[in-house]
């Protein structure tokens, strides 16, 4: 069974950078056609896809989000990280990283992280 975890700061300053790492164990972030996202969650709201990068490595990205955010990966530890410069407090949210095959629905989540953006 695929399992994912994120880890990185839970608090950050408004106007930095916000970086999450999703360790992927029991499959690998290259196999086709599997594809790897952060999804997040503001308090009192729905969930919000940020982005998604493919087992090719190719990347696309919320278009309210576009100019702030980057996925990347490093497939020797098989991990895929998430990018978002300038954060304000409307950037509080539980952020996950999600995993599904092809166009499907999401079957793969990790428990999720809480990050707050504040001074």
């Known amino acids: 069974q695929v399992q994912l975890q994120e880890s990185g700061p839970g608090l950050v300053k408004p106007s930095q950078t916000l970086s999450l790492t999703c360790t992927v164990s029991a499959g690998s972030i290259t196999t086709a056609y599997y594809a790897w996202s952060w999804i997040r969650q503001s308090a009192g709201k729905g969930l919000e896809w940020m982005g998604v990068?493919?087992?090719?490595?190719?990347?696309y990205y919320s278009p309210s989000l576009r100019s702030r955010i980057s996925i990347s990966r490093d497939t020797s530890k098989n991990q895929f990280s998430l990018r978002l410069t300038s954060v304000t407090p409307e950037d509080t949210a539980v952020y996950y990283c999600?995993?599904?095959?092809?166009?499907?629905?999401?079957?793969?989540w990790g428990q999720g992280t809480q990050v707050t953006v504040s001074s």
């Open positions: 999600a995993g599904r095959y092809g166009f499907g629905t999401y079957d793969y």
């Open positions: 990068m493919a087992y090719d490595g190719s990347t």
